[in-house]
Every structure is written in structure tokens, then in C-alpha cells.
């Protein structure tokens, strides 16, 4: 039996993950953390009571209830000092909120590595985004373009994604073909990441849409991948397929996407 402790109760995945996490036999729930602090974590998933109350206070939450592992889906202006709290616990973490620069995240892997913690940062738990990313580690060296396009709700806080910036660091090498288009507007072939472009586009889907669509290219073929996601509850599957699996890690390791954890 793990106990799990959700970071981001009464948002939009972490609402899921607690409704999720009830019903499963393998995880007792064991604390929330949100701003509705005093509320009952149930009620708040939309659920019956459950007796158990959310706190607004995450230090006293995770010291009161003694987890084995956090699921954190809070927000990148907190996520800072919530892995700074989890490392000086010495706590294990599944966290999907995004938003960190890439320099920070290599600062937080020495972090994990040299605590001996065991950390999950994935920018996306759907089973269809980590496929694509194995596919793309087996066969991005053979082609020479590659680009990588997500679109979102006009109220997405990042831009890029985390995820299109996963789908760019999967390709080995990066988009090594030569482009002789000159930018007349800068950035219209895209920003850089890992040496892809990446083109952000913005408009007023309903509800958690995401979109990802990675098209490589070599003489005389072109290969478009596209992802499509109309629920958050994608990534349960995933999210608790990394709670099962991150105390089960080597200590010391940092994960970025599902493939990395063992065959279960």
C-alpha cells in the first residue's frame, strides 16, 4: 500500500488523481494540498466526504500525514520551493507541473543526484505523448528535419509547452537539414529547443485540449505524428504507473518521461 499525498488537490488533475487514487487498492490517499485548506479532499474531487482535509500549509501537510510518495500539479511560480521541500524530506515525487527552464532542471537533477532522491518530472503523463518520444529516441537520427507544433487553450501558461519541449529533446541530434528561408518576421520558423523548432499556437479550445504534432522529413518523405488530447484523465494511467514505480527507481535519479521507468 502507498501512500500518496496530492500536491494541487483541487485543481484540475489533482481532483482527478484524488478520485482516482480512492478507488485503487494499491494507494491510500494520504493528504492534499490546496489553497482550500479546512475543505474535505472528497468533497472538493467531487466525491462523498471523506473525512480527510485538504491543508494550506504543504510543510505541516506532508509532516502530519507522512506519505510515500507526492503528486505534485500545482504551478511553476511554487514549484521551486515545493522541490526544494521534497528534497529536504527526503520524499519521492511524481510531479507534472511544468514550466521550469531547462538550466533549472539540470540544477535540480545534481540535487536529486547528490541526496540520493528519486524524482518523476514529466511534462506529460499520456500513454500517446510517451510512445511518440520512444519513437522518436529509435528514429529521429534518420530524419534530417524535424519540427514540432502544439497548440493549446488561449489560457495555457507556457508557451512552449513542456511537452513539445520533451518531444524536441527526443530527437537525436536534433534537426540537423539545412533551411535557406531568411526570417522577414522574426520567429516564424519557430523558437529552439534542443536544436528543433517549436511553434506555439493559441486559441479558445474548450476545456484541457492539447494538441502535439511532430513532422520529420528526409529526401522525397514526410512523416507527421499528431497527438490529440481532450480530457486531463489521459494521464491517469500514467501518473500512477510512475507512483507505482518511483520508489523503485535507483537513488539519486531524476526520470522525464514514462519510458525511462522499468517494464512493470
Same mark, same amino acid.
Given at each position: ?34 489553497l482550500e485548506g479546512g475543505q474535505d479532499l472528497g468533497? %472538493? &474531487?467531487?466525491?462523498? =466526504?471523506? +473525512? ?6 504543504? /510543510?505541516?501537510? !506532508? ?24 528534497a529536504e524530506l527526503g520524499l519521492d515525487a511524481v ?71 520533451? %518531444? &524536441?529533446?527526443?530527437? =537525436?541530434? +536534433? ?6 528561408? /531568411?526570417?522577414? !518576421? ?79
Amino acid at each position: 500500500m502507498i501512500r500518496l499525498f496530492v500536491s494541487g488537490a483541487s485543481g484540475n488533475v489533482g481532483r482527478l488523481v484524488v478520485r482516482e487514487a480512492i478507488l485503487r487498492r494499491d494507494v491510500e490517499l494520504a493528504g492534499g494540498f490546496c489553497l482550500e485548506g479546512g475543505q474535505d479532499l472528497g468533497v %472538493l &474531487a467531487g466525491t462523498d =466526504p471523506l +473525512g480527510l482535509m485538504a491543508v494550506s500549509d504543504l /510543510r505541516v501537510g !506532508l509532516a502530519a500525514s507522512s506519505p510515500d510518495v507526492v503528486v505534485d500539479f500545482t504551478s511553476a511560480v511554487v514549484l521551486r520551493d515545493h522541490l526544494e521541500l521534497y528534497a529536504e524530506l527526503g520524499l519521492d515525487a511524481v510531479v507534472g507541473t511544468t514550466g521550469l527552464p531547462e538550466e533549472e532542471i539540470r540544477r535540480v537533477r545534481d540535487r536529486v543526484r547528490d541526496r540520493g532522491l528519486r524524482l518523476a518530472l514529466i511534462s506529460n503523463f499520456g500513454l500517446g505523448i510517451n510512445l511518440v518520444m520512444d519513437f522518436l529516441a529509435a528514429v529521429g537520427e534518420h530524419y534530417p528535419y524535424v519540427s514540432v507544433l502544439e497548440r493549446h487553450p488561449a489560457s495555457m501558461a507556457n508557451a512552449p509547452s513542456g511537452t513539445a519541449g520533451l %518531444l &524536441a529533446s527526443s530527437v =537525436p541530434g +536534433g534537426s540537423s537539414g539545412e533551411v535557406a528561408s /531568411r526570417e522577414v !518576421l522574426p520567429g516564424v520558423l519557430g523558437g529552439n529547443a534542443f536544436g528543433v523548432p517549436v511553434l506555439s499556437q493559441r486559441m479558445p479550445y474548450p476545456g484541457p485540449y492539447s494538441e502535439h504534432e511532430v513532422t520529420l522529413g528526409r529526401q522525397d518523405e514526410i512523416l507527421r505524428i499528431s497527438v490529440t488530447d481532450f480530457s486531463s484523465s489521459v494521464y491517469l494511467e500514467g501518473i500512477f504507473r510512475a507512483v507505482r514505480g518511483v520508489g523503485a527507481l535507483p537513488p539519486g535519479t531524476l526520470v522525464r518521461r514514462l519510458g525511462e521507468f522499468p517494464k512493470e
